[in-house]
Every structure is written in C-alpha cells, then in structure tokens.
C-alpha cells in the first residue's frame, strides 16, 4: 500500500525510515463527513490532522505532532488527506494544509494551520488537556 493512499487514517503507529519516507500503520478508515464528525462525538478528545498529498510542510510535520500528541493517552487521533474528501475542506473551513484540530467533547478548542510552532501547541495541548481533565 502507498502510504497516503488510503482517505483517512487514523495514526497509532509511525515510524521515519528516511527524511521523505513516513511508514504508517492504521487500524481504521473513514470515508464521509458523517464517519469524521461520529469520531469527534465519540471520542472526548479528537484530534485531526488534516494533511494534502503534495504538501511537503504537512508530511515533515507529521512524524513531530505525532510525538507530542502520544504523550496524552486520552486523546484519539485521526489523519486525513483533504485530497481524498474534498467537501471535507468546506465542511470544517479548512483553506490550507496542515491543519490539526483539537476537540474537547465535540467542540472545536484548538486549531493551528500550515505553520506550526510546535513548542507553542505542545503547551496549548498540554494546558487544554489539564483542564478539560
């Protein structure tokens, strides 16, 4: 399987092989707006990173985010490529790529785009989830 092949994965397991080559392993896919918006009802803590194919921003950030969001085991996380559900885009007002949202019972709490300063959302999780705890 190519490694963004898939329309939205979630991320439990990733590993860089090289500088351009991501490896991840996924337990589920979803396929509509409605799967994405039942996995943020779900779940208290939801976090999507929203990623496009061609976005070399989005694939050199994901393996960092990846490690900050492990280090909260309560928040469930799902990756997806805008490419593959483009009504996703309109949907959640997503105008670039990367986006990573972070939702507390189904509400939109955190929302960094396209560059992020991962010391500054590390702290914005960090106090989110202490609170909301």
Known sequence: MHEFDQQILWFSHISVTNERSLTLQYSHH???IEEINQFITNHPF???YISKTNCSVCHALLPKVKEIIENYPKIQS???NIDDI???AGHLSIFTAPVLILYVDGKEILREA???HLDEFQKK???IYMLAE
């Open 30 to 32: 979803f396929h509509s």
């Open 46 to 48: 939801a976090f999507l």
């Open 78 to 80: 799902a990756y997806i």
């Open 86 to 88: 483009p009504s996703l």
């Open 114 to 116: 396209r560059f992020v």
């Open 125 to 127: 999780v960090e106090k």
